[in-house]
């Protein structure tokens, strides 16, 4: 059983200004949580700052996983603890193979986990695994020995974000959705794998500016993000009412209030 608390998590930009503003939320094992909202108002700068982006500082509050704070934590650190971040836009390494890269990850965790020394995975059992996990989430074999996300479709990216977590076997998975550059079948291949992973050992955190995706993973519940503050949280059916009415009622308020 997997917990990550943020508590009154307030992140800032490396120029001081505040753009996440005092964020409560509890995601458990079992559990997906989705925070959907409007362009600019923080969501990815959030997902950097769970993740132990160096340029996002966190300014108040604390993010603390299975009890241990890991505020001040690096990005390493933290992946080893479980934490695992989908960027909205994936890099491309050239010249690392995503066998390679994977196989890094994982031997990077097994160290931490052995206390620092080596103790990387036997090839035949990576083999073994990578090849079941690559067929369970229907990612083409020829990816395998393609250098990391280089010259990959927006739903390849996608396959090989999610092959990643399953077999990087993460406590709390953080995907930051880039819905506009998704078709139906890559959003098809991110909920089926959220789906597949979320249980007894992972919870997911997915962030979204869409309903779309969420016709595929349904959430256990809703985060409503305006301006760097959750301002409304429910059910999958809050999902429903925002395809409908937007983010209007919330941004007209703020402005009530400035
Ligand atoms: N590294 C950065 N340098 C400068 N400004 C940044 C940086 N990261 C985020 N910002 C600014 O912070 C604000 C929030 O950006 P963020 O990417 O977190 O929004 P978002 O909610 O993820 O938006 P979208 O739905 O478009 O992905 C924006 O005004 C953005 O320009
Ligand atoms: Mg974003």
Partial sequence: MAKLELKNLHVALEDGTPIVKGVDLTIASGEVHAIMGPNGSGKSTLAYAIAGHPAYEITEGQIVLDGVDITEAGADERAQAGLFLAFQYPHAIPGVTVTNFLRQ??????KARNGGV????????????????????????????????DGFSGGEKKRVEILQMAMLEPKIAVLDETDSGLDIDALKVVAEGVQQLVGPNMGALVITHYQRILNYIKPDFVHVFVDGRIVEQGGSELAEKLEVSGYEEWEVKEEVHA
């Fill in 118 to 149: 080596d103790n990387p995975m036997p090839v035949p059992e990576f083999r073994k695994a990578f090849l079941a996990k690559m067929d369970d989430l229907k990612v083409s074999r020829e990816l395998a020995s393609r250098y990391l996300n």
């Fill in 105 to 110: 990850a994982i031997n990077a965790v097994r």
